[in-house]
Structure formats: C-alpha cells, structure tokens
C-alpha cells in the first residue's frame, strides 16, 4: 500500500488535526461549554438546552467520546456524560504548546 497524506505529518500533528475537527461544530462547542458550565454529568437536559434533536445530539456527542473529551456512565436506560478532566488537560496542553511556539514579536512579514 501507498503511503497516506497522514504518514506525511507527525502523531502530534494528526492528534492537533483530529481534535481541531471536533472542535469545528458550533454544536460540539455548546455541548462542551454546558458540560463545563453545569460542571456535573448530564444526560437529556442537552435536547431542552440545545434545542436539536436527539438523534443529531447523539451524534455530536458519540464524535467528543470518540477523541476522548468526554466520558459517559449509563444508569439504567440512559447514559450520563461528563468532561473527562485527564484528557482535556492533554488537549489543552497539546494546543498551548501550539500557540506558546509563535514568537511574540511586534510585526509580522
């Protein structure tokens, strides 16, 4: 087999990319700012909160679990979700050393 675009760029690169894509809904974005802002598990307040429908919040949700920046525990027929705190601390470390390598310079170019 022929290499893929991917094998061109480093694990962290593609890491960056991967998470970056998930950040890139504006739906993912809420869920994750009212998981942060409840700072507890939930589990069907997101329909009433977001006012999408279960079926296209099930998705977004399985797309966050899927990188690891939130975890779920089912408890009878429904499943509650939370931050999970080691890996957003990854995330946002894998970021800041992104934005800490710009020098801080006055000009650009």
């Given at each position: 087999?022929?290499?893929?675009?991917?094998d061109?760029?480093?694990?962290?690169?593609?890491?960056?990319?991967?998470?970056?894509k998930?950040?890139?809904?504006?739906?993912?974005?809420?869920?994750?700012?009212?998981?942060?802002?409840s700072?507890?598990?939930?589990?069907?307040?997101?329909?009433?909160?977001?006012?999408?429908?279960?079926?296209?919040?099930?998705?977004h949700?399985r797309?966050?679990k899927?990188?690891?920046?939130?975890?779920?525990?089912?408890?009878?027929?429904?499943?509650?979700?939370?931050?999970?705190?080691?890996?957003?601390?990854?995330?946002?470390?894998?970021?800041?050393?992104?934005f800490?390598?710009f020098?801080?310079?006055?000009?650009?170019?």
């Amino acid at each position: 087999m022929g290499v893929t675009k991917t094998d061109l760029f480093t694990e962290k690169q593609n890491e960056l990319a991967k998470i970056a894509k998930v950040f890139a809904h504006p739906a993912r974005v809420a869920i994750l700012e009212y998981l942060i802002q409840s700072n507890t598990c939930i589990n069907g307040d997101l329909v009433q909160e977001l006012g999408l429908a279960q079926a296209t919040i099930s998705q977004h949700l399985r797309e966050l679990k899927d990188i690891g920046l939130i975890k779920g525990s089912i408890e009878g027929v429904s499943v509650n979700y939370c931050i999970d705190p080691i890996r957003w601390v990854e995330v946002q470390n894998l970021f800041q050393e992104l934005f800490d390598g710009f020098p801080k310079i006055s000009g650009c170019c």
